[in-house]
């Protein structure tokens, strides 16, 4: 047999076998991406229900607080802040992780429309006024842009 024909034949399966290597880089890479995506939505719905559980158990407190802050109570007041805190702190984790590319623009567009429902009211929009220089700056600015009312 010739040298040059078994170096030949030799060499176009070591290209096909990087094809397939590469192929399978490529599938396995893709499959990882949607199995992070998927545990990164589990764990944002499941922060999403602690927030929601939040909100429900302090409804009555919640609401005033939205319509009229200055009527609360110091200790009124810091539970409304704790439970605007949660709040943005959800929203938070989803700016995190559309930064990230783990969520796309749609989902980000609904958490930042959920959080809108709150920013109209003024109680709400001053606690988050207090609250947001704890949040980095790049999130202060993404809320700031989109809701320019809440400062």
């Known amino acids: 047999m ?3 024909l078994i170096t030949a034949i030799a060499t176009v399966i070591g290209v096909v076998g990087g094809i397939v290597s590469v192929g399978f ?4 890479v893709r499959h990882n991406t949607h199995a992070i995506e998927g545990a990164t939505v589990q764990s944002l719905m499941s922060l999403e229900r602690d927030v929601f559980a939040l909100l429900a158990d302090n409804a009555e407190l919640f609401l005033r607080g939205c319509e ?3 009527d609360l109570t110091r200790e009124e007041r810091f539970r409304f802040d704790r439970v605007v805190g949660a709040q943005m702190s959800l ?3 989803a700016f995190v992780q559309h930064g ?3 969520m796309d623009d749609e989902i980000w567009e609904a958490y930042l429309n959920a959080v809108g429902r709150y920013m109209v009211f003024p109680g ?3 606690s988050w006024g207090v609250l947001k ?3 980095p700056r790049s999130f202060r600015a993404a809320i700031g842009r989109r809701f320019p009312e809440a400062g």
């Open 68 to 70: 009229t802050i200055e």
């Open 133 to 135: 220089p704890a949040y």
């Open 91 to 93: 929203i938070y984790s």
């Open 2 to 4: 010739d040298w040059n």
């Open 25 to 28: 880089l490529v599938f396995e």
């Open 100 to 102: 990230e590319g783990l």
């Open 124 to 126: 709400f929009a001053e």
